[in-house]
């Protein structure tokens, strides 16, 4: 399979600490993306990391590239309860026809 | 601007009954998709429309058929429901391939 696979599955820290999530995947990417779903809800985009870059910030969050290892990582700092959700790891692969392809996903739960 | 909008959000069919999922998007997008997510699986493509006019075949398109209607809209069709269709549907837009897609918030769908 070419989606990206998450680890841990399952990941449950207290409120203000901060929460690393990885992604790996196993062929050439044209870029990654990190999305957020709550509970009952359709998917938020949340960052878009392309294969040339190795960092990206947005607001709380940073995500990191490493295309030599084939892995990619989501910090959450300081984190809140509102930060519960399951995360996705997604991947478009180098090739014209390539469609982006979703990882099972990340359960994060942070305890008030 | 509402986005991505889904009708129905709820839908309860019987074996070999037929529906239309709607999807409408009022970006400006050229590009449209329809998911399905199943637990365990993360979110599967069915169908995809890189821009109007096109659709092709995602990773599990058997059992369904869809139409661009527009630059828009973008229905999925059930023509003979199955147990196995029972999930939950979502429907995205991107404004370029392979570009952050925006979901909207999904449609239950239980075939008894």
């Known amino acids: 399979s070419q989606q990206g696979e998450e680890d841990p599955q399952a990941l449950s820290i207290q409120e203000g600490e901060n929460a690393t999530m990885n992604c790996s995947y196993k062929?050439?990417?044209?870029?990654l993306q990190w999305y957020r779903q709550n509970s009952g809800r359709g998917l938020v985009h949340l960052i878009l990391?392309?294969?040339?870059?190795r960092e990206k910030h947005s607001g709380r969050l940073r995500v990191t590239l490493d295309t030599s290892k084939k892995s990619s990582s989501l910090l959450i700092t300081a984190s809140r309860a509102a930060d519960t959700a399951s995360y996705f790891c997604?991947?478009?692969?180098?090739?014209?026809?390539?469609?982006?392809?979703f990882g099972k996903g990340i359960t994060l739960s942070v305890r008030p | 601007n509402a986005g991505v909008t889904q009708t129905p959000k709820f839908q309860v069919l019987k074996t070999g009954q037929s529906m239309t999922l709607q999807c409408a998007q009022d970006?400006?997008?050229?590009?449209m998709y329809w998911y399905r997510q199943d637990p365990g699986m993360g979110l599967r493509l069915i169908y995809y429309?890189?821009?109007?006019?096109?659709?092709d075949k995602g990773e599990v398109p058997n059992g369904y058929n869809v139409s661009r209607l527009n630059k828009r809209e973008f229905s999925l069709r059930l023509e003979s429901a199955a147990p196995s269709q029972t999930s939950v549907y979502f429907c995205?837009?991107?404004?370029?391939?392979?570009?952050?897609?925006?979901f909207g918030p999904g449609t239950r769908l239980t075939v008894l």
């Open positions: 995205a837009s991107s404004e370029e391939w392979r570009g952050p897609q925006f």
């Open positions: 062929t050439s990417i044209n870029n």
């Open positions: 990391i392309r294969s040339n870059e």
């Open positions: 997604a991947t478009t692969f180098t090739g014209a026809n390539s469609k982006l392809t």
């Open positions: 970006m400006n997008h050229n590009s």
């Open positions: 429309s890189a821009s109007e006019g096109t659709t």
